[in-house]
């Protein structure tokens, strides 16, 4: 997608025409600060809505948000989304873009995001709240095949953050997040205390069974990490399948 691409679509409507917002999140990762301030100046010139409910009742994509930090990234990479994750607004927006952001930087702006978090975010029902989106993105991150390598250290930090927040947990289908997260980050331990797990809600068990089945593979003698053609394809694939 060339710099003048996302222009050509805003322009075909209103509520940004042609444009998608996958349009302008794959626009800002590939041309990084030049989209930023292509980006910036269409939201100048169209004003899009911050919120995805129109005075009118109508539903929208919400892309001045989605506007907001796809420059914050553009213009300062992963740490640029540090302040906006921390906004109940704004949170969740900064987590979807970091999620399809498969470098050690975004894993560390999420993660440490998910440790200064106050208990009021975790205790948290809704699945969109920032805190839960950034835990949903570790998963994806470190959860498949195609995870991000990361210092161990960092993974004994996400152990951390799960065994330290499942328990104050009340809504099972966020403990599941939780478990989920915690497959990205394998070891002997989190697999003793996966099967000694006490639980009877059967979206946890079912979490667990996939979460260990995901462990073992990974800790198996026989485990070797994908090469990056090997995780671009595995992308590619993936992106196709949506």
Same mark, same amino acid.
């Given at each position: 997608m060339n710099l003048n691409t996302l222009a050509i679509k805003a322009a075909k409507g209103p509520n940004g025409g042609a444009m998608q917002v996958e349009d302008m999140i794959r626009f800002v990762l590939f041309h990084g600060e030049q989209a930023a301030d292509e980006i910036d100046r269409l939201q100048a010139h169209y004003r899009w809505p911050m919120d995805?409910?129109?005075?009118?009742?109508s539903r929208v994509a919400p892309?001045?948000?989605?506007t907001k930090v796809c420059v914050a990234f553009g213009r300062n990479g992963a740490v640029g989304l540090v302040p906006l994750l921390s906004d109940e607004e704004d949170g969740s927006f900064a987590a979807a873009i970091l999620e399809k952001v498969h470098t050690p930087e975004s894993v560390e702006v999420l993660l440490t995001f998910c440790e200064r978090e106050n208990s009021s975010g975790w205790?948290?029902?809704?699945?969109? +709240?920032p805190v839960w989106k950034a835990m949903?993105?570790?998963?994806?991150?470190?959860?498949?095949?195609?995870?991000v390598s990361v210092d161990a250290s960092v993974l004994d930090r996400l152990r +951390?953050?799960?065994w330290t927040r499942f328990s104050h947990t009340p809504i099972p289908a966020r403990q599941a997040t939780l478990i989920y997260a915690l497959r990205g980050a394998p070891s002997r331990a989190a697999l003793e205390w996966l099967e000694n797990l006490k639980i009877t809600d059967e979206s946890l068990i079912y979490a667990r069974k996939a979460c260990i089945k995901s462990m073992k593979s990974r800790l198996a003698l026989t485990h070797r990490a994908l090469n990056m053609e090997e995780k671009r394809q595995v992308r590619k694939k993936r992106a196709l399948d949506v």
């Open positions: 995805g409910l129109l005075p009118d009742g892309l001045g948000r989605w205790l948290s029902p809704d699945p969109m +709240h949903g993105a570790l998963n994806l991150l470190l959860g498949l095949e195609d995870y +951390h953050v799960v």
